[in-house]
């Protein structure tokens, strides 16, 4: 098994980029990690719960989907919020005029994918988060959403 | 602003991927979504909360560290443990030997850190979690852990 | 003991106003149920543990209240988002010009008094919640906000 | 918007009250802020929820009500045990004698509510909280249940 | 290891005797699963804390105690109420003359243990739940609550 | 009313063991209490709900069994991962060799039993459960798995 010499590899290649200097940006507030990339994968459980609805063939299977489809939409109201409250400042809201509509649209839309089985309504609210995830890489260098999104596109049933 | 037209684009791309047949893998288990990213990011957190640690000049401040700290370790434990538990199947374990005992190590290092304010424990923890990244890359075609792990890297204090 | 008896009267008399018609306006929504009494009592919380940290006299009653803190902390903010999102409508957002501004203000304060053991970052925190609170009563006939922030004023440290 | 200074004017009348002197009584415990109004509100969701129920129209629709209506009984359950245990004391428990027979009750009824989908079992519990709700206001000065109680009335569906 | 055969004759003993008839009573109730162990090994975790709060030589160790110790206090109050309220009915009230009382003082004294790094006030919350075991005991044929105080003993600090 | 008396002689009778000397093994780790009795009861309930589904006759009835079945599982995974991760130390793995593979399908069954509503899978797990228990009180003098198990048995619906 060779993944750990592989990784080994990667990791002293990204430590030399760090210790190279500014290239990477970091936060400079307290806690200081986010990442839209919690919201984008509960997002995506969401839009496969709602996939899987359709084909469940019994009640039970059908309940225990409408039950985790609603912990995960709330998990994904929960990581977009404190996007939009801790790591979002001033200059941003500046910069990116229609932010606070864009994360009040997608939490609502969150909300409305606990009320709805239709796999457009969880695609829509991908499609809001892929926009905030576009938004954030633009606010931090070196960050990559593209490769977030893709990850879970890959798990898409 | 362009984000907007920039990730439609992006989308586009990808759902063509998607579209064009098998090229990208997908769990065939109930929920079907899982990304090592989950415990990576709180494990930047836990790293950087040991950071400012040493930074925090009054009590209260180091308080808020240790308290911050054992709360996203514990997630960091939570998200591990799900991978390997509903992640991972018996085909896996045989093809990567050390699976149990690499989790039994990263969850145990996860506990390691709650206990400690020294960021080399955070760094221990950071490393075995980016092992059992690139294992899961390896076994979920067309997933990327570089982009993951870098994302968090240009995140660290 | 004639609590009941006097309970009993205030009841049947809403029931009253409540079947003589239009009176008293409801949430069409779904759930329905929203008071930013939740958030006020929580703030007002946050506000006493930072003045008890300043009477705490040893170093485990100060930890108890940064903890504390933080958790009722987290919980004005989770009420705070929840509000936002779920209760106010875009004819909401058009009447009160300032309304996502407050909120992303409100839940930033939330965090800052995190941060804090100065009651005047507390107070700060439910002057913001206070004037949201006066919001919500503006759009909800029959809604009264004052007794709420009364009952919690005469709980002040 | 006219909101931002009838707040302030209402804050100004509570304060010289608060700085008046010993008209509002307060707590001595430690953390010192207790409202029935939290139990309150979720019991009017949990009541809202069973008429909810029969006007949902498809599977998916009920199984949410269930789902939300037990959250929020376990809610009502968990606010009326702090209640009970940290707020009352000996002093309470002599003055009202049926104290922990209603609180026994009271938070049974909330265990009912998530068995039931008849809102006479809400109503059974809303009727509970509301006489405790009036023992509070007895033991607090200055304290008002009223306005709590007609402010989720108006709520209801 | 013929740990799995000693079970197994273990299991065998114990489903004989189930299916011999009535020997084992059972709680008629929904959920019908209840243990006063629950909170009595919360409570074992509130008292070693308390030890351990006295041995830890650096301020991060006291501060994770202080962090602990008022998490499990709140589990064995959680755990306490929902032995008072949904485990016990009015038969066991009458018989149980002080049953209100000792649930009262009990999850009182968690309280208590909170605010406390004493390993007195630990001591005495276990044996108000200990008590507790013993009612509990002897209102189900077959329950044996000696083992699981022994069981927790053995774990004392 | 006599348990108060029994139960004080049932403690000095311990306390005397305890005190006598090393007879009592006990954990040399941090937190240091550990026991797989809350795995052993949340698989009671998980057991129990799948018979009560069966026995359920309206909707709303089986979708609560469901619910609580889903929480009782994942209750279940916390307390064996738990124990797994944090009591078992490589001197265990080494002495009981399936340990690492006990524990890994202990955990998948108990998500099988969130999938299924058939009392057999409900048995698998708690069999699995009582394993670990034999395994756990075969590694600390003193601990009886037994009681734990039986006590259990008596609840079984």
């Known amino acids: 098994m060779k993944s750990k010499i592989q990784m080994t590899k ?3 290649f990204f430590y030399k980029i760090i210790d ?4 990477w940006a970091h936060c400079d507030l307290f806690c200081g990690v986010y990442d839209p990339a919690q919201a984008r994968i509960e997002a ?4 496969n719960a709602m996939k899987i609805y359709h084909m469940a063939k019994d009640d039970a299977s059908k309940q225990r989907v409408v039950l985790i489809k609603e912990q995960r939409a709330e998990l994904v109201k929960h990581h977009l919020w404190v996007l939009w409250t801790d790591y979002f400042q001033p200059e941003h809201a ?7 509509d864009l994360f009040w649209k997608a939490t609502k839309a969150a909300g409305d994918a606990k009320k709805s089985v239709d796999p457009a309504d969880g695609q829509k609210l991908i499609d809001m988060i892929d926009e905030i995830g576009s938004i954030f890489a633009a606010t931090k260098d ?5 490769p977030v999104a893709s990850n879970m596109l890959g798990q898409a049933k």
Chains 1, 2, 3, 4, 5, 6 share one sequence.
């Open 10 to 12: 990667i990791s002293n």
């Open 20 to 23: 190279a200097g500014d290239v």
């Open 44 to 47: 995506q459980s969401v839009y």
């Open 94 to 100: 500046e910069k990116f005029e229609n932010l606070h």
């Open 142 to 146: 070196g960050y990559q959403y593209g």
